[in-house]
């Protein structure tokens, strides 16, 4: 049973030896309007922000890396997804470290996306300093 479809925000990160998904999602019906489409209301940085007050303890118990405190929200590659409410049809932006094909299948299964009703592209927003 596929997911409901979700629009969102995250991240890759390189953790011992792996590449790891960080995001926040939204379901449609809660994300904001933004034109002709849906987004999520955080910002990267507003989201890496929360993680940082939160401490150690919400991200181990999410599987996610407690050394994420020690860096800036933009140094791993990020992306977004946004809905088209004129087209019915997703796009993922990420960062083109992130753009192989093992690891957006990852973030299309992590956000309930059907492959032929999305679009992987680019965006000079989304450039990170760290590699992968």
């Known amino acids: 049973m596929r997911l409901k479809p979700l629009v969102g925000i995250f991240w890759g990160v390189r953790w011992s030896g792996a590449i790891v998904l960080i ?3 939204t379901d449609l ?3 904001e309007p933004y034109g002709e489409f849906l987004t999520h ?3 990267h940085y507003e989201f890496w922000e929360e993680l940082r007050k939160e401490g150690v303890g919400p991200l181990k118990r999410r599987g996610w890396p407690a050394m994420l405190l020690s860096y800036e929200y933009e140094q791993w590659p990020r992306g977004r997804i946004v809905y088209n409410t004129k087209t ?3 796009t993922l932006y990420a960062d083109r ?3 192989s094909g093992a690891i957006i ?3 299309i ?3 309930g996306l059907a492959s032929e009703n999305c679009a ?3 965006d000079p927003h989304y450039r990170s300093t760290e590699t992968l």
């Open 88 to 90: 019915n049809f997703f």
């Open 29 to 31: 019906d809660a994300a």
């Open 41 to 43: 209301p955080k910002g």
């Open 109 to 111: 299964s992590e956000f």
């Open 97 to 99: 470290k992130l753009q």
């Open 23 to 25: 995001f926040d999602k």
């Open 105 to 107: 299948q990852r973030i």
């Open 120 to 122: 992987v592209q680019s």
